[in-house]
């Protein structure tokens, strides 16, 4: 566990938690590691999650998948980043998406029961301030994931494709501090965040660059006319 203990440190979840104390907290969430293989699905859609993650290497896709098993992408997590984290917290609920690794990815569960139950029977001391801590970390995870899913609602909302593309790279941008970024989807993974079709998609990023709007190779983006893209 020392490997990774720069990214736990500097997730948001154990913000305020000093580097002493990481070990007892571990072993109070009942931490475990696990490794998976690209394209294994971690969890999937009608089972229980009842541990929150993050991911030590690799990335995750949580994904959407219909009936006829249409797909569509809901989020990427990347090292360093939580999930579950709802189901975690509401452990009678289902999931309804599915959790697949894009590529070769260790990740940490936690089980959240002693954050969620603020350390009761730990008495007034210090192990109780730190449950309380990490109550607090995990409220505001919870805000900011919340806040992801409005801008993801902003990007679909869009009537056409390139609506839905000038409101997502527009997004990009302004995370990125800057017009030249790399996105964390490839073009299929893209159209199945917009849930656009990929040929579609395609087509209107060539037409974006032929206007001088923007270049691109592969996943990385630069816009050339951003003051023409809306906040």
């Known amino acids: 566990m020392k490997k ?3 990214i736990l440190l500097s997730q948001p979840f154990f913000a305020g938690i000093a580097e002493e104390d990481m070990e007892k907290v571990l072993s109070c969430l009942s931490a475990r ?6 394209g294994s699905v971690l969890f999937r859609q009608g089972e229980k999650m009842e541990q929150m993650g993050i991911v030590l290497e690799g990335s995750l896709s949580l994904e959407k998948e219909d009936f006829w098993g249409n797909r569509s992408i809901l989020a990427v997590v990347e090292a360093g980043e939580v999930f579950g984290e709802v189901y975690a917290c509401r452990k009678e609920r289902t999931l309804n998406i599915n959790v697949t690794a894009q590529c070769r990815t260790k990740v940490l569960l936690l089980d959240l029961t002693p954050v969620l139950d603020r350390g009761e029977g730990e008495g007034p001391g210090k192990e109780k301030a730190l449950y309380e801590k990490l109550t607090v970390n995990l409220v505001h995870i919870l805000a900011d994931k919340t806040w992801s899913m409005a801008r993801k609602t902003e990007y679909l909302s869009g009537r056409g494709i390139r609506e839905k593309v000038e409101a997502y790279l527009s997004a990009q941008a302004q995370m990125a501090g800057g017009g030249d970024f790399i996105i964390p989807f490839n073009r299929q993974e893209l159209a199945d965040f917009l849930a656009v079709d990929r040929s579609a998609l395609s ?12 270049d691109y190779r592969k996943n990385h983006f630069r816009l050339l006319a951003a003051d023409r893209l809306p906040d």
């Not at 087509?203 to 923007?214: A, N, S, T, V």
Request: proline fraction near 0%.
């Open 33 to 38: 590691m696990q490794e998976y293989e690209r």
């Open 4 to 6: 990774y203990e720069k």
């Open 203 to 214: 087509r209107e990023l060539g037409k974006m660059r032929r206007e001088g709007i923007l």
